[in-house]
């Protein structure tokens, strides 16, 4: 088992910068993939970015690139998501989710993740 809890969202205009924070509680956190969801309004949840557990390796979806950065400290117990130039867009709540199938790469599939934070509401005004 393993407790995730996010932090870090809030109210900004486009252009501005926001990190979230998703600190775990439970069993090894080196253990787990981790992946950063997204949810707006009236659309279905969709994938952000992900990390392996090492941090050896980061995807993120295109909508994203060059714009978000995923990291991780597993010293912290802690995965963050830097996001910069943030866009009306990307209004949405973020959720952090954690894969502890020791086998599996890092996916961009929600199903293949067993547990999840709360979510934090990230609003990008124009």
């Known amino acids: 088992q393993v407790q995730l809890v996010e932090s870090g969202g809030g109210l900004v205009q486009a252009g501005d910068s926001l990190r979230l924070s998703c600190v775990a509680s439970?069993?090894?956190?080196?253990?787990?993939?981790m992946g950063w969801f997204r949810q707006a309004p009236g659309k279905e949840r969709e994938f952000v970015a992900h990390?392996?557990?090492?941090?050896?390796?980061?995807k993120y979806t295109d909508s994203v690139k060059g714009r978000f950065t995923i990291s991780r400290d597993n010293t912290k117990n802690t995965v963050y998501l830097q996001m910069n130039s943030l866009r009306p867009e990307d209004t949405a709540v973020y959720y952090c989710?954690?894969?502890?199938?020791?086998?599996?790469?890092?996916?961009?599939?929600?199903?293949?993740?067993?547990?999840w934070g709360q979510g934090t509401q990230v609003t990008v005004s124009s």
């Open positions: 989710a954690a894969d502890s199938v020791r086998w599996r790469y890092p996916s961009q599939k929600s199903a293949d993740y067993n547990y």
């Open positions: 439970g069993n090894t956190f080196s253990d787990y993939n």
């Open positions: 990390i392996r557990r090492n941090g050896d390796v980061t």
